[in-house]
């Protein structure tokens, strides 16, 4: 999974469990809209809702599916479902009438807004219209997001026991509580341990990381007496913010400026005081609902950050298991010390060797070897990106035949289709369930298949039944 989808997964993933009504609040916020359009929707399905949206009759179904060529029906179908799942699209069906797709309201009259301008929504925020006293540039916003945002990585890395002493301020309470709300860090008397979903949350990349840790403030947000659609949509609209640029907290909500006391925490908005009417979002807040270059390397510099669409990597791996790693963050040092035996460290490398007992140690305390990989493949050093495939093939095997050495059973959580009354009535779904890539397992004799989506699946049989009624 790629970067972006990973970010997009999370906030899919929090939507998703959210009722119509919820939604239909989110979308009166042209600035919510626009973000949901931009980074939650695939590109096919955001041909669909450029070409409805100043079309002001439905779309009949049979020429939605006339625009894309039949081999691309897994594509469609995706598309469709999830502008379904997102309440985007409705589906409309008059006596008599075929069957035809509609935009919803508001999110249909909030893009258009978007897109053009006007009205005195401030949902793009309101830039203050009075210098600041003294003036913050990008460079201080850049140090001050760092800070605050290695403070808890700092915090979490120093619960590994991997023996490390790294630097920084720490997390502030709120952030420790936080992290504890989202069970990445878990309390056993006095002393924090991460836990194995804080092992993967360290393993992402900072967007991935920061959307993990807003969702998990979203959902304990009834706890703090704020309303989850104001705090969504305000990190929405933080994301549509000018770096450097002051705004007014004098039309933000309540919660909202509550929120920022919390988000100043964690580095995503900068507040001079809890008096002061004016914030500044951080590069961390401005990079929320974009596909820009996230921080690959934390202590690398946010100067660098979006210099380079694809970021720096730094590891080099040898098919002798040596590994290199051209940094001097005490923080990177010790996430790599979760899975790797170091043995040299240089003012601006460290080396060292993955072997048997490094990966074994790392996979008793919760990472798996998918996660290892996937870091290494992310930190690639540029000369590494020349290769395809970019890691040694036989050490991401051997990662993953010393994990299988522990473990016997894989779950996977997913939904099971059974008691289908003839083979011609199971064989469809499992096609298709196979064609939109869900399908897991099956068992033609007793009629049952797995999946780990079923939203799809079950929208396919239920429009079998209806034209096996309308057949009838």
Same mark, same amino acid.
């Given at each position: 999974?790629?970067?972006?989808?990973?970010?997009?997964?999370q906030?899919?993933?929090?939507?998703?469990?959210?009722?119509?009504?919820?939604?239909?609040?989110?979308?009166?916020?042209p600035?919510?809209?626009?973000a949901? =359009?931009?980074?939650?929707?695939?590109?096919?399905?955001?041909?669909?809702?450029?070409?409805?949206?100043?079309?002001?009759?439905?779309?009949?179904?049979? *020429?939605?599916?006339?625009?894309?060529?039949?081999?691309?029906?897994?594509?469609?179908?995706h #598309?469709?479902?999830?502008?379904?799942?997102?309440?985007?699209?409705?589906?409309?069906?008059?006596?008599?009438?075929?069957r035809a797709?509609?935009?919803?309201?508001?999110f249909?009259?909030?893009l258009?807004?978007? &897109?053009?301008?006007?009205?005195?929504?401030h949902?793009?925020?309101?830039?203050c219209n009075?210098?600041?006293k003294?003036p913050?540039?990008?460079?201080?916003?850049?140090a =001050?997001?760092?800070?605050?945002?290695?403070?808890?990585?700092?915090?979490?890395?120093?619960? @590994?026991?991997t023996?490390?002493?790294?630097?920084?301020?720490?997390?502030?309470?709120?952030?420790k509580?936080?992290?504890?709300?989202?069970?990445?860090?878990?309390?056993?008397?006095?002393?924090?341990?991460?836990?194995?979903?804080?092992?993967?949350?360290?393993?992402?990349?900072v967007?991935?990381?920061?959307?993990?840790l807003?969702? %998990?403030?979203?959902?304990? #947000? *009834?706890?703090?007496?704020?309303?989850?659609?104001?705090?969504?949509?305000?990190?929405?609209?933080?994301?549509? &913010?000018?770096?450097?640029?002051? +705004?007014?907290?004098r039309?933000?909500?309540?919660?909202?400026?509550?929120?920022?006391d919390?988000?100043?925490?964690?580095?995503?908005v900068?507040?001079?005081?809890?008096?002061?009417?004016?914030?500044?979002?951080?590069?961390?807040?401005?990079?929320?609902t974009?596909?820009?270059?996230?921080?690959?390397?934390?202590?690398?510099?946010? *100067?660098?950050?979006l210099?380079?669409?694809?970021?720096?990597?730094?590891?080099? %791996?040898?098919?002798?298991?040596? %590994?290199?790693?051209?940094?001097?963050?005490p923080?990177?040092?010790?996430?790599?010390?979760? =899975?790797?035996r170091?043995s040299?460290?240089?003012?601006?490398?460290?080396?060292?060797?993955?072997?048997?007992?490094?990966?074994?140690?790392? $996979?008793?305390?919760?990472?798996?070897?998918?996660?290892?990989?996937?870091?290494l493949t @992310?930190? #690639?050093?540029?000369?590494m990106?020349?290769?395809?495939?970019?890691?040694?093939?036989?050490?991401?095997?051997?990662?993953?035949?010393?994990? %299988? !050495?522990? !473990?016997?059973?894989?779950?996977?959580?997913g &939904?099971?289709?059974?008691?289908?009354?003839?083979? !011609?009535?199971?064989?469809?779904?499992?096609? +298709?369930?196979?064609? $939109?890539?869900?399908?897991?397992?099956?068992?033609?004799?007793?009629r049952?298949?797995?999946?780990?989506?079923?939203?799809?699946?079950?929208?396919?049989?239920?429009?079998?039944?209806?034209?096996?009624?309308k057949?009838?």
């Amino acid at each position: 999974m790629s970067e972006s989808s990973l970010r997009s997964s999370q906030v899919f993933e929090y939507l998703e469990k959210q009722p119509g009504t919820v939604h239909k609040k989110l979308y009166r916020q042209p600035s919510t809209a626009l973000a949901i =359009f931009r980074r939650m929707l695939p590109h096919l399905a955001k041909c669909f809702v450029m070409a409805m949206l100043y079309n002001s009759h439905p779309l009949l179904i049979t *020429d939605l599916e006339a625009w894309v060529r039949p081999d691309s029906r897994r594509e469609r179908d995706h #598309a469709v479902s999830l502008l379904d799942r997102l309440h985007i699209f409705t589906t409309t069906s008059e006596p008599g009438q075929p069957r035809a797709y509609t935009l919803t309201n508001p999110f249909a009259a909030s893009l258009r807004l978007a &897109l053009t301008g006007g009205g005195n929504h401030h949902s793009f925020g309101v830039p203050c219209n009075t210098p600041d006293k003294h003036p913050i540039d990008i460079d201080f916003l850049d140090a =001050f997001a760092r800070t605050q945002w290695e403070g808890i990585l700092h915090y979490m890395v120093g619960t @590994t026991g991997t023996g490390l002493q790294v630097s920084g301020n720490g997390a502030t309470p709120s952030a420790k509580t936080l992290l504890q709300n989202g069970k990445l860090v878990g309390k056993h008397g006095s002393k924090a341990e991460i836990t194995k979903k804080g092992f993967s949350f360290l393993l992402q990349e900072v967007n991935a990381q920061v959307w993990a840790l807003l969702v %998990i403030y979203l959902e304990t #947000a *009834d706890n703090l007496n704020m309303d989850p659609v104001e705090v969504l949509s305000f990190l929405f609209m933080l994301g549509s &913010l000018e770096l450097g640029q002051d +705004y007014s907290t004098r039309t933000l909500t309540s919660t909202q400026t509550q929120m920022l006391d919390d988000l100043s925490d964690y580095g995503i908005v900068y507040r001079r005081s809890q008096s002061s009417t004016r914030f500044y979002p951080t590069r961390l807040a401005t990079t929320l609902t974009s596909d820009a270059g996230a921080l690959r390397s934390v202590s690398a510099g946010f *100067d660098s950050a979006l210099r380079s669409g694809d970021g720096k990597g730094f590891i080099v %791996i040898e098919t002798n298991y040596r %590994i290199y790693a051209y940094t001097s963050s005490p923080l990177q040092i010790a996430v790599m010390a979760l =899975f790797t035996r170091l043995s040299t460290r240089y003012p601006n490398m460290v080396s060292g060797r993955i072997s048997r007992e490094s990966i074994r140690r790392a $996979i008793s305390t919760g990472i798996t070897s998918d996660q290892i990989i996937t870091y290494l493949t @992310t930190h #690639a050093h540029p000369q590494m990106r020349k290769n395809t495939p970019i890691l040694p093939p036989t050490v991401v095997d051997q990662i993953r035949l010393w994990q %299988i !050495e522990g !473990e016997r059973m894989k779950s996977t959580v997913g &939904l099971l289709f059974k008691d289908f009354a003839t083979l !011609e009535e199971y064989m469809a779904p499992c096609q +298709y369930a196979e064609e $939109i890539g869900v399908l897991v397992w099956k068992n033609e004799s007793k009629r049952m298949f797995f999946v780990t989506r079923h939203e799809q699946v079950a929208s396919f049989l239920k429009r079998n039944s209806k034209e096996a009624r309308k057949g009838a």
